[in-house]
């Protein structure tokens, strides 16, 4: 066998290996908002754990109906959980929805990059999430509450649309009762019962009085609002490399292959879907791409 | 303790503001405190005041008949309020609540009015100053019409 064939061989084993999905059982399901809702997974024999980095995702597969890319929003800390916040977008994540306790839910990956947490120690973090971007940030911040004494500051911004669209309501209250962590949520709308913040979340970089020299900012959301929330980042001085975001494109293999996710000479699934913000701040304007 | 001059210069807002300019403007100004659900003003008042905010919170709100206030924007501690002091015909275009406590520095739109018509100097540095205000509210306002939170694939 030459060494061509034999490379096409083992590409032949890893390729078919990753299509194939292992199979998890739903422990929990907990509704966020009326489109919105979290389950709770864990193998079917309840004997391996599963490693993730914050920041990474799976491929969820529903039978007979289709695969899509979730975050994982768990804690790392947690193997035995694997926890996914999923909206309901279209038929899968409906299907998804759908499913009751005991179901099975087919699942591929950890897949992706992640999160530079461990490099970001000794530094200020800003947070900033927009809707359903709190899900893929939410591993950084158990993470971090985890590991406080190697952060500096910690300023968590979330932005949405209406009150009744916060995700993780209980948490973001812990949050708030804690010295340790500056937790602002902003709505783009509200009635007078609301005693938050009204306005986008750029707003609320003014308020993270964080050291520019010395931090990091991890922002995840809607590409519009990372657009704007870096520009507003580097206001503030803080330099494009210490920024990092998370961005979104047609996942549909999770490994690099099909090339759906492509986004310039990058594969999202592969190279990203975390990128340093200096990499991409080029392309992410761009209309073609 | 700080006075309002000291208060002032060293506010984000008039950050590198020459100090006779600042001595000027604290000519115009006073301390206020709004207790909270009190309105600091309504759609359609004179707009002789604007503020910056010490400490507190205040909503920006639009009146809906028989469905109460819509808030579309807050401001909270270091924010200024208020423009409309500067364009004829000086009313408000909306209400203004205290959310909480709130502690400000208001000035006499009128009086700095005439202060920089009579030393542009310092209507100009105003002007340029309001004028970054309005794109900051501008932008953000726009930003909020996108409602880029909203379902991406129906």
């Known amino acids: 066998m030459t060494l061509l064939s034999n490379n096409k061989q083992i590409e032949t084993q890893i390729t078919t290996s990753a299509f194939i999905p292992e199979m998890f059982v739903i422990n929990r399901i907990r509704k966020e908002t009326e489109d919105t809702f979290t389950i709770e997974l864990a193998v079917e024999d309840g004997t391996t754990s599963f490693d993730f980095k914050p920041g990474q995702f799976n491929m969820l597969y529903v039978h007979g109906c289709g695969e899509v890319p979730i975050s994982i929003s768990g804690s790392p800390d947690r193997p035995d959980k694997l926890v996914h916040t999923i909206r309901m977008v279209g038929d899968v994540t409906r299907a998804i929805r759908r499913l009751k306790v005991g179901d099975m839910l087919g699942v591929r990956g950890p897949y992706g990059s992640y999160w530079p947490i461990d490099k970001s120690e000794g530094k200020d973090i800003v947070i900033v999430a927009g809707g359903i971007g709190l899900a893929p940030v939410r591993p950084i911040v158990y993470h971090i509450l985890n590991n406080r004494e190697k952060y500096k500051r910690i300023s968590i911004l979330y932005g949405t649309r209406t009150p009744s669209d916060i995700i993780y309501q209980k948490e973001l209250e812990s949050l708030r009762g804690r010295f340790d962590v500056d937790l602002y949520v902003t709505v783009d709308r509200a009635d007078q019962k609301w005693m938050g913040n009204v306005g986008v979340v750029t707003t609320l970089i003014k308020n993270s009085n964080f050291d520019p020299t010395n931090t990091t900012a991890f922002l995840c959301g809607p590409e519009i609002m990372m657009r704007y929330t870096a520009v507003a980042l580097q206001q503030q001085e803080l330099a494009p490399e210490n920024i990092f975001v998370s961005l979104e494109r047609n996942m549909k293999c999770g490994v690099g292959l099909c090339g759906h996710c492509q986004y310039t000479g990058k594969i999202i699934c592969k190279d990203g879907p975390v990128f340093n913000y200096d990499l991409v701040k080029d392309l992410i304007n761009k209309r073609e791409i | ?154």
């Open chain 2, 1 to 154: 303790m700080k006075n309002l001059e000291s208060y002032l210069a060293e506010h984000p807002f008039l950050k590198g503001m020459e100090k006779k300019h600042i001595e000027l403007i604290v000519g115009c100004a006073k301390n206020v405190r709004i207790n909270p659900g009190e309105y600091l003003f309504h759609e359609g008042d004179e707009a002789d005041l604007f503020y910056f905010i010490r400490e507190g919170k205040l909503a920006m709100e639009v009146f809906r008949p028989n469905k109460g206030g819509i808030v579309f924007n807050t401001l909270g501690d270091n924010d200024v309020l208020g423009w409309s002091w500067l364009v004829a015909p000086y009313f408000r275009h909306f209400d203004c609540r205290a959310m909480e406590v709130t502690r400000a520095i208001a000035l006499d739109g009128n009086c700095l009015r005439k202060k920089c018509d009579e030393d542009h100097e310092l209507g100009y540095d105003m002007m340029k100053r309001f004028v970054n205000l309005m794109e900051d509210e501008l932008m953000a306002l726009r930003l909020q019409l996108l409602d880029i939170y909203d379902t991406p694939i129906k």
